[in-house]
Each structure stands twice: as structure tokens, then as C-alpha cells.
């Protein structure tokens, strides 16, 4: 049996007693148990596996004569009669998305949910249901107001006619924290306060929250032969239906918008599990799966508080977004940056290979006159061009760094993508000798030029030194007081992007090297040093 890519946590918090974050790996059957209602947020398309399974254990655990009602917030109320035509046998899955984008207003793409699709089609106590009110009635709450959409919802019956559409601060502070992509747990706990500017984008958050809590409070208490809502409270025993509810995350977090409405409603107090998923952080190491179960247990503390962040606050008083964390591997995304990163080691093999040739014929004597020509068009004074001397004209690159860095002696300057070294030498004339605490350190990619550069700078005796290393890995790392690049940006993959490498630079330019044995320690474990003696003073 193949491993699943997702897990199921139930989430205990954090106690007074106990600061750390507490999870306990359960299956679905454990999850659910006895509950009537299953509130299941999604990021929508990424989860459905888990869905089916969920639907599955409600399905197997249903009395006799039961039925497991599933409401889906990709139909409206108003695709009803679609959805019964696929389960009556009139539409077939391809039909039921050619009508669908024909005749809905919600617009999902319903590809990804087709398990969910054929499972409830195929089972005989299984029902699906459309969630929301029409998408454009929302629509018109944004635009035209949130009281003319409200008396349009009641009019078609999508909301209840005792509905006011009242929002509280939780609710809009969870709301707020997903549109400006912010922990909420901030605003919970009194840290920060929420931006007003998506308040009026809330009203209709609210009413379609309030339309799909009125869709299942009709399945949770269905009225008597006199159109009374009866309920628990009504004098009979409830029926034995059971409801699964598939909405994104932002309708049911830390029980605000869908399972509060709920709450309130008539036969809504049954006993209720709600799930929230989180996708594994791409940067993760795969953890360790058992066949049929997920990857159980084997998540470091730290890499799991990283995946709840958000999910659980950091204190004791901190709520909690669900009972349950479904935690899973975005295999889509996975597969995208595994394909980008085996097309940027391409990239990088490619780029590494050319300037290899380049440092393999690096000793041949080139133009000297038109090297020193570009280096003085760019700014060089005639005291770096004449230190530089016959290595001018192995220069390469592509702007003046020295007039930025303003290199003092006993400094440590870092010199990414250092090429044939012409730079590093020059600042190696700056930061002093070795017994001042002056060095360069200069790294490439390109075995070659790493090569040439040490041993100019030994032919020289210059204070620098050079390391072949993948600057991707190495510059989250390490730290220097001085840092020079000409071309830096071309060897990094579009997922770590300029913006990531500059604040990667940003964070090594604030901090200090302290000893020079953790910088070579640092190197030693990260790079593949071509010359591991130290420069002579």
C-alpha cells in the first residue's frame, strides 16, 4: 500500500503547564467518531484524498437508514438541480462539468474534486449538496450594499429570515489576518490591531457564511409536516443523518464565520469536529511514511511548529484553528519546484561549465590595454588598476564595488561569485595582513577559476583566499562585514528570487565575523575548498 501525503493531527495546544505545542497523530476514524457534523476547511483542490477519506469513515459508521449529507461550497444553492441530476444517473462526471461551466456562477474547477464527485455518486446513503448563496450575490453586497444582497438571500431562501448579517471582531480579525497573510494570532492576542481596510469585503464574507450555515442547519433539524423546525429541543429524537461540510479554511478558522452560524441555529448544537488544512512547507525534508498511514510521527518539533504556525498561537490563551490539523504535501507545488530546481542545477551546471573554460585559459596573457580601458570606464582609480597589474586582464566584471564598500583595514570582506578573483585581490590591498584580522574570502561556482584565483593570490601573496561552493546554500549562512558582487543574481533559481537573495545579503552585512575559525569551519562543512592554506601575511 502506497503512503499517503498527508496526516491527520489532533491539536491539544499549549497548557499553562506545558509551553510546548502537543499533537497527537489519529486516523480519520478516530477523528470523527460519533460526530454529526464534519466541518472540513481546505485550501481548495490540495486536500481531497483526505476528504474522501473523512466522507468514507462518516459513511461507514452511519446507523441503519442514514444518510451522509455532503455540502460542498463549490455549488451554489441554486446548483442544486445539477447535483441531483449527476446522482440520479442523468449526468455523467463529464456532463456535470460541461453544465457547470455552462450554468453555475461559482466558477471552481471541479477537476481536482472528482474522487469526491464519484464516491458520493457511487454510494447508496450518500447525498451532495450545494453550500453557498450565488456568487454574484455577494457580488452585489461589495457593491450595492450589504442590506439590499441580505433582503435578496432571504427572498430566495438562501439565508434564514431572522438573519442580520452581524459580524464580530474575531471574525474579522481571522479574516483580515488571511487577506494580509499575517499570523492572527496577533490580533487575538491583543498584539496588533487589524487593518478596517477589508471591512467592506467582510459583509459579504458574512453573508455567504450565513447562507451556507443555513443550508446545513436545514439538514441538521428538518422541519415537521407543519414546516416547524423542531430540532433537539423539539420533543422527538434527531435523525440520524450525519453532514460533512467542504469549505476553504477562511469560512470556518478558529471557529469563526460557518461553524459559529451553525452554532446558533436551530439543531445546531450536535457534537461537531472541525478539521483545518495546512500544506508541509516545500523546503521541509520529506519525513519518514509508513505505507497506508502518511508520514506519522516523524516530524521535528521545530519543522511542526513551523507547519502550525498560524494554526496554534504561541501562548496558552492562544485558540486554536480546529480540532484537527489535516497537515499534507502539496504534490502539485512539489512537483513544480522539483522540476524548476532540476532545471536551475541545469542552469547551474551550464553557467559552471562556461566559466571553467574561461579559468582553464585564464594563465594565457589577454589584452591588457583594453582591460585596463574598461576598469577606468567603470570607475577604478589608477591605484586599483595598477595593483590589479597583469591580472587586469582576467577582470570580469561588470561594475565598481569598491566605491559602495568603502573596505577598511582588518575587515573581512566576502566576495560572492568571485570569478578569476581580480576584485578580491584589489580589496585584499585594503583590509590589511593577516595578523590585523584582514582577510578576503572570495567563493564561485566555477572549480576552475577557484582554482586560478588561489593561486594568484599566492603567486601574490595576497591576503585572500577562495572556496568553490553553491551560493544558494551558502549565503543564508554565512556572515561578513564586507561584501562585493558583480553579477551575483545569475546563478540563483527563480524560487529563491533577487528579493530573497538581497535580504540574504541584507542580514550578512549587519553581523560581524567574530572568529576565523568558524568561518573556516563554516566553509569546510558547506564548500569544497581548492586550496585549504591560509594566505601567507
Known amino acids: 500500500m502506497a503512503p499517503r501525503p498527508w496526516t491527520l493531527l489532533r491539536l491539544a495546544g499549549r497548557s499553562l503547564s506545558s509551553p510546548l505545542l502537543s499533537f497527537e497523530d489519529v486516523t480519520e476514524e478516530a477523528a470523527v467518531g460519533d460526530a454529526k457534523l464534519v466541518i472540513f476547511g481546505e485550501v481548495h483542490g490540495d486536500v481531497v484524498a483526505a476528504q474522501v477519506a473523512v466522507a468514507r469513515a462518516m459513511a ?134 487589524p487593518s478596517q481596510r477589508w471591512r467592506p469585503m467582510f459583509g459579504a464574507q458574512v453573508l ?47 471557529g469563526c464565520g460557518v461553524p459559529e452560524r451553525i452554532s446558533a441555529m436551530p439543531g445546531g448544537n450536535v457534537s461537531t469536529v472541525t478539521m483545518y488544512s495546512r500544506s508541509l512547507p516545500l523546503e521541509l525534508t520529506p519525513p519518514r511514511e509508513v505505507p497506508g498511514r502518511g508520514f506519522r510521527d516523524s516530524l521535528p518539533e521545530d519543522d511542526m511548529s513551523e507547519v502550525l504556525r498560524g494554526v496554534v498561537g504561541a501562548t496558552a490563551a492562544s485558540p486554536a484553528a480546529a480540532d484537527f490539523c489535516v497537515v499534507y504535501r502539496d504534490e502539485v507545488s512539489l512537483a513544480a519546484a522539483r522540476a524548476e530546481a532540476e532545471a536551475a542545477a541545469a542552469v547551474k551546471a551550464e553557467t559552471a561549465a562556461a566559466y571553467d573554460d574561461v579559468g582553464a585559459t585564464a594563465d594565457l596573457p589577454g589584452n591588457l590595454h583594453k582591460a585596463v580601458q574598461v576598469m577606468r570606464s567603470l570607475g577604478y582609480s589608477d591605484a586599483e588598476i595598477a595593483f590589479a597589474g597583469q591580472d587586469a586582464y582576467n577582470y570580469q566584471g561588470v561594475g565598481h564595488p569598491h566605491r559602495h564598500a568603502a573596505i577598511q583595514c582588518g575587515e573581512i570582506c566576502l566576495d560572492l561569485g568571485s570569478g578569476l578573483g581580480v576584485d578580491s585581490l584589489i580589496a585584499s590591498s585594503r583590509v590589511g595582513d593577516w595578523a590585523g584580522g584582514g582577510r578576503v574570502v572570495g567563493i564561485d561556482i566555477s572549480e576552475k577559476e577557484v582554482k586560478h584565483a588561489n593561486v594568484a593570490a599566492r603567486r601574490r601573496n595576497a591576503n585572500a583566499v577562495f572556496f568553490k561552493a553553491d551560493l544558494e546554500k551558502l549565503v543564508r549562512a554565512v556572515r561578513g562585514e564586507a561584501l562585493l558582487s558583480s553579477l551575483l543574481s545569475t546563478l540563483f533559481s527563480l524560487r529563491s528570487s533577487l528579493f530573497a537573495l538581497l535580504s540574504s545579503i541584507f542580514a550578512l552585512l549587519s553581523s560581524l565575523f567574530s572568529l576565523l575559525s568558524s568561518l573556516f569551519s563554516l566553509l569546510s562543512a558547506l564548500c569544497s575548498p581548492l586550496s585549504a592554506a591560509a594566505p601567507s601575511s
Open 60 to 193: 461507514r459508521t452511519l446507523p441503519p437508514r442514514a444518510t451522509l449529507h455532503v455540502v460542498c461550497e463549490h455549488f451554489s444553492q441554486a446548483d442544486q438541480p445539477l447535483l441531483d441530476e449527476y446522482a440520479s444517473g442523468e449526468l455523467d462526471l463529464a456532463g456535470l462539468h460541461a453544465a457547470y461551466d455552462e450554468g453555475s456562477t461559482e466558477g471552481h474547477d471541479l477537476a481536482p474534486y472528482a474522487e469526491v464527485l464519484e464516491f458520493a455518486c457511487s454510494h447508496p446513503r450518500v447525498r451532495l449538496h450545494g453550500g453557498f448563496m450565488p456568487r454574484p450575490l455577494a457580488r452585489t453586497a461589495m457593491k450595492d450594499g450589504l442590506e439590499l444582497a441580505l433582503e435578496q438571500a432571504k427572498a430566495k431562501g438562501y439565508v434564514a429570515a431572522a438573519e442580520r448579517c452581524r459580524g464580530n471582531d474575531k471574525h474579522y480579525a481571522f479574516f483580515e489576518s488571511l487577506l494580509a497573510q499575517r499570523d492572527p494570532h496577533g490580533s487575538f492576542e491583543g498584539r496588533r490591531r
Open 208 to 254: 455567504k457564511d450565513a447562507s451556507m450555515a443555513h443550508a446545513v442547519s436545514k439538514l441538521l433539524a428538518p422541519p415537521d409536516a407543519d414546516g416547524r423546525r423542531l430540532g433537539f429541543g423539539g420533543g422527538r429524537l434527531p435523525p440520524a443523518d450525519r453532514v460533512l461540510v467542504l469549505l476553504g479554511n477562511g469560512h470556518m478558522g478558529f
